[in-house]
């Protein structure tokens, strides 16, 4: 019997899609069978607050692991940082008798970069690591940044099997919503930041109003505004500038338009799935410069919602070659570290999305098909059949990820109202260019 130990916080994460993620992954690996033996490893909330309580809780996890002794180290969540947690343990006992670490990465990564050079620079002969990324894109940016001999998987985030489409649930939904049947609901479920491009979207659905005046369309957005810029691009921005330029971009709406459009604000995991059990088309252009994976657009396609994503980091991976569910992908141009997209394209493709059949019968096949890869059990026997047994032998180099902590570590200032950033000479956006070519273009499960 193979013995795995999850390594988990009691700490609930700031960032709603990671607690949601953690949960998936718990429930994937409860459903390997009895020829695992899996427990939980519980890290205090206070762990990560002062010195004292760190050293109590490394020394109770030490302990936990000598009694345990684990085939299997498994970090299920992003915080506390597994580097830290590592470096910490093998700082008490260099032979603690760890197993084959696992770490599930998430989208935040890159923002703690620097943890895991300094790890691999103090542990060089600890090997027994692997890295699973959430999607084809990730995994190939890791590989850049860790390089080729690195044990680096591509996996996925589970999607529950609650979000599948249910119609008495989609018709009290609609009903909530006050959607009459030939009104098409158009949704977005995420954080309402600079690079998730709601601006642009807003932009788009009043277009998309304007091109079909005949049509009743609505756009519903799910989710709370952030004050996160964009580093590469030397953008910091301050508290409300978000909601001031959604504000500011839906006064130069129509009127139709704006009427046709209502925020939501941040919704529950009960409320998140009546809203895509409602929508009659999922859209999101998000440019996040770390966009692993996409959790809101696994759980509308779920539902059997049509999709219209970028073609960008993680979401690429949702687009299905034979159409077994419905994502399309809007192209992403990417020059000079900058990317954009082309809008007359992505209204094509919402337009197409759209017009697809919403009929019971269409909904659920699509979201079976769907759920049938990406769910918890599908992931379960990913674990069993290629993670697990998956070599590990990872020898790091971290020549290339010293580098990005170069053009990442940002030193902004103000000259009169443009903000500068002196680390970004030619050289380093050739480096730029060179690490997110990998999250750029559409690929095929």
């Avoid at 916080?9 to 700031?14: A, H, I, L, T, V």
């Avoid at 504000?247 to 529950?268: D, H, N, P, V």
């Avoid at 079976?368 to 069993?384: G, H, M, T, Y």
């Amino acid at each position: 019997m193979k013995k795995i130990l999850l390594v988990r916080s009691e700490k609930s994460s700031s960032w709603v899609s990671c607690n949601v993620i953690a949960e998936n992954l718990l429930a994937s690996y409860r459903l390997l069978g009895e020829e695992f033996a899996v427990e939980l490893l519980d890290l205090p909330e206070s762990f990560d607050e002062n010195f004292v309580d760190q050293f109590e809780v490394i020394r109770d996890c030490a302990a936990r692991v000598r009694k345990f002794k684990p085939d299997y180290f498994v970090f299920l969540d992003h915080l506390p940082l597994p580097p830290v947690i590592l470096k910490l343990l093998l700082t008490v006992d260099p032979q603690m008798p760890l197993g084959d670490v696992i770490v599930h990465v998430y989208g935040d990564f890159t923002y703690y970069l620097e943890h895991w050079c300094e790890f691999f620079k103090g542990f060089e002969d600890f090997r027994r690591i692997k890295f699973v990324a959430a999607s084809k894109s990730q995994a190939r940016m890791l590989t850049y940044l860790l390089g080729s001999h690195a044990s680096i998987i591509q996996g996925y985030f589970p999607v529950t099997s609650s979000f599948v489409f249910d119609e008495g649930v989609r018709r009290t939904a609609r009903k909530a919503y006050r959607a009459t049947d030939e009104e098409k609901l158009l949704v977005y479920a995420g954080r309402i930041s600079v690079q998730k491009n709601v601006d642009l979207l807003l932009r788009a659905f009043s277009e998309l109003c304007d091109r079909s005046p005949e049509k009743k369309l609505r756009l519903l957005i799910a989710g709370h505004y952030d004050n996160v810029g964009c580093k590469f691009s030397s953008l910091e921005v301050f508290e409300g500038y978000q909601f001031q330029k959604i504000q500011e971009t839906l006064a130069e709406l129509s009127e139709g338009a704006r009427a046709s459009i209502e925020f939501l604000g941040g919704l529950g995991r009960e409320d998140l799935n009546a809203l895509y059990q409602a929508a009659d088309g999922f859209v999101s252009l998000s440019l996040y410069h770390d966009e692993d994976y996409g959790m809101a657009v696994a759980e509308a396609l779920a539902a059997g919602a049509p999709a219209v994503i970028s073609d960008w980091g993680g979401y690429s991976s949702f687009a299905a070659k034979d159409g077994r569910w419905s994502c399309d992908l809007v192209p992403v141009n990417f020059e000079k570290h900058e990317y954009s997209f082309s809008l007359s394209e992505a209204l094509d493709r919402i337009g197409a999305a759209l017009a697809l059949s919403d009929a019971p019968e269409a909904r659920l096949q699509r979201a079976r098909a769907f759920v049938a890869e990406f769910d918890a059990r599908n992931f379960s026997r990913i674990l069993r059949e290629i993670i697990f047994p998956a070599p590990v032998s990872s020898k790091i180099c971290t020549s290339r990820a010293d580098r990005y902590l170069l053009i990442s570590d940002y030193t902004v200032w103000e000259k009169g109202k443009e903000m500068y950033n002196h680390y970004f000479s030619p050289k380093e956006l050739s480096l730029y260019n060179e690490i997110y070519s990998n999250y750029v273009g559409s690929e095929r499960i």
